[in-house]
């Protein structure tokens, strides 16, 4: 039964993974074109403009090569699939520690274990929802659909 349930998360977690892509792309012969909201380091951004010349606010057009664009593919996929494990396992890991919980009885001894296993879990969701707000912050290309 583990041996099912973990191939068919892993088919969908690959599945979910490979349908994020970066939006606004256009292929070139120099290089590839992407429209992003923050300069990406050596890649040649320009602020956008406008049909009447004015500069756009917290857009850049930038140009990447190809193999640049492969990696920031790469990385971007695996820290998505790595926020996605973590994410789920948080949550089983509530669910589980809240069946203990229920189970626990009239042991007060193991109410508090699991209580304390829940809050500490909680705690480590907020901060991977805090990291992924501080990386789309620093490198807005990972988490974009």
Known sequence: ?????????????LGTTTLLVLPATTYANDGIKVTVTEKVP??????KRDGDGEIIVNLYECNL?????AIMQIIGSMIRYATFLASLAGV??????????????????????AKKRIVKTLLGLVVLLLSGLIL????PWVYVV
């Open 136 to 139: 789309n912050a620093i490198a």
């Open 92 to 113: 089983l890991f509530i669910v589980i520690n809240g069946i203990l919980y229920s189970m626990s009885g009239m042991d007060a001894g193991l109410k508090d274990e």
């Open 42 to 47: 050596g890649a040649n951004c320009t602020a």
């Open 65 to 69: 090569e190809s193999w640049f664009w």
């Open 1 to 13: 039964m583990k041996k099912i349930l973990l191939s068919i998360l892993l088919v969908f977690s």
